[in-house]
């Protein structure tokens, strides 16, 4: 006769914690928090003591903090707090093996905020009958100029570090040239400039060129790369032959218009018929037995919506709790989703799920704008 199994006893599920003298039980008990909370606090005054005062006194006196400045906080002690978590539970290495893996993508971010959303977003949309020439100067631009970078193995890192480091080296020249924040243009981006000009005056004649050596031509150069390639990527946003190849990149995933009473995008494909609705070709998913249909975000997915976060915050630009700042008016208000009894978080696009992030409460049985819905 098999025995009914025994519940595991409070001892049974206590474990030391990578903190001498506590155990995981100590997690459910408030003064032993306190103490762990006065251990973490001692770490970080040894470690960052401006952060450890600047925490110390939003304790105290959290009116004292602005609405930027308190935002700009918890971003800063979030870093400190995950590595005394990751001591307290014995995964620090794992945790720096995950760290490691996610910093070459923080290009791609840096890359979709300062160059598609800046530059891109705001070109002028190519004719069809420019597509070919444009796609031979922007193919140019990257295999004959940069090469180096992993064209074949990740097409996407490599469009992100070569127009991430083109807006650098066009910072420096702008900051010497034309803004006289510098005495001069650094020899080693003098140097890599130079470089770019060598190569493109022997590739593809479709290529710019410098038209002398000065600092006022690399600069010139620089600017007429960076405007080709915007043109180019904004035809590959808004061109659907052209979006097949980007479908997958996070970094090319821009905010996208959100219509309340339009939540779920449909086509009407039989005008005999218009009560016929059906789901955009584009994002369908074939389903495959009982498997879910959507295999959920990868690391990088989840680091793309993430940057969004951590990117407003630092701003007080958290529409989701805060509404939309009205630049007419100078004051933010609050937008009302037409089902919802307060204000509605906004609508971030992944691609193939609409992701809700607010704090807001709707109407029960109708929309609930907090959860993240596929």
């Known amino acids: 006769m098999e025995s009914t199994p025994v519940a595991p006893t409070l001892a049974g599920r206590d474990f030391p914690l990578g903190v001498p003298g506590f155990t995981y039980q100590d997690l459910h008990r408030e003064k032993r928090l306190a103490e ?26 959290p009116e004292s903090f602005d609405a930027i400045a308190r935002s700009r906080l918890l971003v800063e002690a979030a870093r400190p707090v995950a590595r005394f978590v990751a001591r307290l539970f014995g995964v620090e290495t794992e945790w720096r093996a995950q760290a490691a893996a996610a910093a070459p993508d923080a290009v791609l971010f840096r890359f979709r905020r300062d160059f598609l959303l800046r530059r891109a977003a705001r070109a002028a949309l ?27 193995s990740d097409p996407e890192l490599a469009t992100s570090q070569m127009g991430s480091e083109l807006l650098d080296v066009e910072a420096e020249h702008i900051e010497a040239v034309r803004q006289k924040k510098r005495p001069s243009v650094s ?8 470089e770019l000009a060598n190569r493109a005056a022997s590739a593809s004649p479709d290529l710019p060129r410098p038209r002398d050596s000065s600092d006022e031509a690399a600069l010139e150069f620089l600017e007429a790369l960076l405007a080709h390639y ?39 494909p039989n005008p005999a018929l ?13 389903r495959e037995g009982f498997r879910l249909t959507d295999p959920r975000m990868s690391r990088r997915e989840v680091l793309g919506e993430t ?50 992030r607010s704090t807001t409460r709707c109407v029960p049985g109708r929309v609930t704008a907090s959860a993240t819905t596929a």
């Not at 762990?36 to 006196?61: G, I, M, N, Q």
């Not at 915050?313 to 700042?325: L, V």
């Open 36 to 61: 762990l909370d006065r251990v973490f606090l001692d770490d970080l005054s040894e470690d960052d003591p401006a952060l450890a005062e600047k925490l110390a006194t939003w304790r105290s006196r």
């Open 230 to 268: 915007a043109t180019w990527c904004k035809a590959r946003l808004h061109r659907p032959e052209l979006r097949r190849e980007i479908a997958g990149w996070v970094s090319f995933r821009l905010p996208e218009p959100f219509d309340f009473h339009r939540l779920v995008q449909t086509e009407r």
């Open 126 to 152: 190519p004719s069809e009958e420019d597509l070919p020439a444009l796609e031979r100067e922007a193919r140019a631009i990257e295999v004959e100029l940069f090469g180096e970078l992993p064209w074949e």
């Open 274 to 286: 218009p009560e016929e609705r059906v789901g955009p070709v584009g994002r369908r998913r074939r």
């Open 307 to 356: 940057h969004y976060c951590i990117l407003c915050h630092e701003r007080d630009k958290d529409s989701c709790t805060k509404g939309f700042f009205d630049a007419k008016t100078g004051i933010r208000s609050t937008k009302r989703s037409p089902k919802c009894t307060s204000s509605a978080g906004k609508a971030t696009r992944s691609g193939r799920s609409l992701s809700w």
């Open 187 to 194: 020899e080693e981006t003098r140097r890599r400039t130079a």
